[in-house]
């Protein structure tokens, strides 16, 4: 997820410097002003959406890193107490969460998952919207109509993640 998220947040930025590009030379109307503006705000959400899920997923992969240590380090503390230590087993834990708590390695794990997912599916959103908007603007009617249902076909994927 950090390198998609990465890689959108990044082409979004090339995607900015293009729109700001283009309005600065284009000399438009009010209606192509606002038009613009929205272009630009899905830009920067889309930007800032993509580089939080980064930064998720990127804290996500340092706490899996550290899963061996701190399953070691709590199995030792277990032991030292008295308690018996039960050995990890991949068909007793239900999700990611509920394994990392079970051998010591709590935190908000959960948080940063859907935290993650969210701000990924909302800048994906933000990034479809914001090329139909530009292909509205700028194309033809009917390259616009063929491009938005083919958009529509192909992100059915996203749609489904969330309402599932």
């Known amino acids: 997820m950090a390198v998609v998220a ?4 990044s082409t979004e930025g090339v995607f900015l410097s293009i729109i700001k590009s283009s309005s600065q030379s284009d000399q438009s109307s009010s209606g192509d002003a606002k038009q613009m ?28 890193g550290k ?13 030292s107490t008295g308690e018996i230590v039960e050995q990890f087993r991949l068909e007793k834990v239900r999700d990611v969460a509920q394994g990392m708590r ?5 935190g908000i794990w959960t948080f940063f998952s859907w935290h993650c997912f969210i701000s990924l599916c909302l800048g994906s959103l933000c990034v479809l919207a914001q090329i139909l908007l530009y292909i509205w603007i700028n194309e033809d009617v009917l390259v616009a109509i063929t491009v ?17």
């Open 6 to 9: 990465t890689l959108l947040a």
């Open 37 to 64: 503006r929205a272009m630009v705000i899905l830009t920067y959400l889309a930007i800032i959406f993509n580089i939080g899920a980064s930064w998720s997923a990127l804290r996500m992969i340092d706490g899996l």
């Open 67 to 79: 899963m061996t240590f701190q399953v070691a380090k709590h199995k030792n503390n277990r032991i």
């Open 102 to 106: 079970q051998h010591g390695i709590s």
């Open 148 to 164: 938005t249902v083919l958009a529509f076909m192909t992100s059915i994927p996203i749609f489904l993640t969330l309402i599932m």
